[in-house]
C-alpha cells in the first residue's frame, strides 16, 4: 500500500491492529486535545434530575415524550465505539467504524435546556483514536476537542441542549481522519425537542404516532478491475490507502439508508396505518441529499431541522445539507408501499439511497381511483 501523504508532503502514519492512529498535521481542523482554561461560569446543574436514556439502533428512537415533563434534566447515556467489517451490499465489504455498531450511530433524545451526558468508550480491541463532534453543542469543537480517547480509553462528555432541532454528531479526530472515519460509517443524529413540544405553522401543537430515523451514509469502496469485484480488507488501517483514492474523486460507489442497501425494506420496511402520522428524521454527515417520499408529501418540514423555526408545508422534495439532519412529518392517507427516497433517482435506484414504509387501512377513492384498468387502446 502506498503510504498516504497530505498536501504538504507529509506522511501520515496509519494505525495498525491493537494500536494508535497517530497523525499530527498543520491543518486547520485539528485533531489534538483541548485542555480548558480557567472557568468563568460553572455547571448549572445542582439540584437536577438525573435519568439515563438507553439507546436503540435506529430506525427506531428511544423512549422519551414529546412535550417536556419538569424541569430540564441530565440525560446519560453511554456509547461504545465498534470497528467492524460490515456488508453494505450484496457481496460489498467495508471496514466499518460506528458508534455502537451501526450505521448510522443511534438516535439520542432530550429536551431543549437539557443536559446530555455521554459515556464514550472505546474498546481496547479497536485500532483507531477516536472522538465525538456534537453539532447541537457550543464550543470546543462541538465537544471533539474534549473528547479523543485512545483504544481501552473512555471519556464522559456533558453539554447543555441550548438549540432545538435535529443535529449531526461524528467521529473528528483530526485532519484526514475526519472525512475517513466520517465516511465509514462513524455518524448519527441526535433530536432536541422544544420543551412544549412541536408546533405546526400556526404555532399549534403538532404531535407524531410514529418516528424513524433514517441515516444516509455515503460509501468509496476500491474496485479491483482485474478480479472484477470490491476489494476487501482485514481493517481500517489496511483500508484506507486505496479509500482515500476513491473518496478524492468525490463519488460514492454506494449510497445506503442505514447501513445496506435494501436495509429498510421488505421485512425491514418502516410501518404505518392510515390516519397515523409519522416524523421521518433524516441525516447526512459528509454530501447533500434530497427527500422524497413516492406518494405523499412532507406535510411539515422543519429546514435546516431548525424546530423553533416555523415549519414549511406540503414540500414534495426537502433538501439536506452535508452535515446536518432535517424533520419531516406526515400523516398518511392511503395505505399501500411508499417509496422513501433520495430523489436523485441515479442515487436512489443504481446506488442504493432507497427505503420503504408499508402502510395499512382501506383505500380512499376519493384520493385516487383507477378509472379503467389498463387494456387495449380503443
Same mark, same amino acid.
Given at each position: 500500500m502506498?503510504?498516504l501523504v ?11 491492529s491493537?494500536?494508535?492512529a497517530?497523525f499530527?498535521?498543520?491543518?486547520l481542523?485539528a485533531?489534538e486535545a ?6 468563568g ?5 445542582a439540584?437536577l ?8 439502533a435506529?430506525?427506531?428512537l428511544?423512549k ?9 434534566k ?5 456509547m ?16 466499518a467504524?460506528t ?13 431543549q435546556?437539557d443536559?446530555?451526558e455521554?459515556?464514550?468508550k472505546?474498546?481496547?480491541t479497536n485500532?483507531?483514536v477516536?472522538n465525538?463532534? !456534537?453539532?447541537?453543542?457550543t &464550543? +470546543? *469543537?462541538? =465537544?471533539?476537542?474534549?473528547?479523543n480517547v485512545?483504544? #481501552?480509553?473512555? $471519556?464522559?462528555l ?5 438549540k432545538a ?7 473528528a479526530?483530526g485532519?484526514a481522519?475526519?472525512?475517513?472515519h ?5 455518524n448519527g ?18 404531535t ?11 460509501w468509496y469502496v ?27 474523486t ?6 445506503? !439508508?442505514n447501513?445496506?442497501? &435494501? +436495509? *429498510?425494506? =421488505?421485512?425491514n ?5 392510515? #390516519?397515523?402520522? $409519522? ?5 447526512q454527515a ?8 413516492i ?9 435546516g ?9 406540503a ?21 399501500g ?6 430523489h ?15 402502510v395499512e387501512?382501506e383505500?380512499?377513492n376519493?384520493?385516487m ?6 387494456g387495449?387502446?380503443?
Open positions: 502506498k503510504p497530505n498536501k504538504w508532503g507529509r506522511s501520515i502514519a496509519v494505525a495498525t491493537l494500536s494508535i497517530a499530527i498535521s498543520p491543518t481542523i485533531g483541548m485542555e480548558v482554561g480557567n472557568v461560569v460553572q455547571a448549572n446543574i439540584g434530575e438525573r435519568v439515563t436514556q438507553t439507546l436503540v435506529p430506525p427506531f428511544p422519551h415524550n414529546q412535550v417536556a415533563k419538569g424541569e430540564p441530565i440525560v446519560a447515556m453511554t461504545e465505539i465498534v470497528e467492524k467489517e460490515m456488508e453494505i451490499a450484496e457481496d460489498v465489504f467495508v471496514q467504524m458508534f455502537e455498531g451501526s450505521n448510522p450511530g443511534p438516535m439520542i433524545v432530550v429536551h435546556d443536559y446530555v455521554l459515556t464514550l472505546n474498546p481496547a485500532s483507531m477516536h465525538i463532534d !456534537f453539532h447541537a453543542s &464550543g +470546543a *469543537l462541538g =465537544g471533539g476537542a474534549l473528547t485512545a483504544p #481501552g480509553q473512555q $471519556v464522559v456533558r453539554f447543555k441542549a441550548t432541532g435535529v443535529f449531526v454528531y461524528h467521529c479526530p485532519g481522519m475526519i472525512p475517513y466520517v465516511v465509514s460509517g462513524m443524529a441526535i433530536m432536541v425537542l422544544p420543551r412544549d413540544g412541536l408546533k405546526d405553522e400556526n404555532g399549534k401543537l403538532s407524531y404516532d410514529k418516528a424513524y430515523y433514517i441515516g444516509e451514509q455515503d476500491p474496485f479491483d478491475s482485474e478480479e472484477d469485484e470490491y476489494k476487501r480488507y482485514g481493517s481500517p488501517a489496511e483500508a484506507m490507502g486505496e479509500t482515500f483514492e476513491v473518496m478524492k468525490l463519488t460514492p460507489t454506494h449510497l445506503t !439508508f447501513g445496506k442497501v &435494501g +436495509a *429498510l425494506t =421488505g421485512e420496511a418502516m410501518t404505518a396505518k392510515v #390516519g397515523e402520522s $409519522v416524523l421521518f428524521i433524516h441525516s459528509n454530501r447533500d441529499s434530497r427527500v422524497h417520499l406518494g405523499g408529501h412532507g406535510d411539515l418540514v422543519w429546514h431541522g431548525s424546530f423553533n423555526d416555523k415549519p414549511a408545508t414540500l414534495e422534495t426537502w433538501a439536506v445539507a452535508g452535515g446536518e439532519a432535517t424533520a419531516a412529518m406526515y400523516t398518511f392517507l392511503q395505505p408501499l411508499y417509496a422513501y427516497v433520495n436523485n433517482l441515479i442515487e436512489a435506484i443504481l446506488l442504493g439511497a432507497a427505503a420503504h414504509v408499508s387501512g383505500w380512499n376519493d384520493l381511483e383507477q378509472v379503467e384498468k389498463p387495449p387502446i380503443k
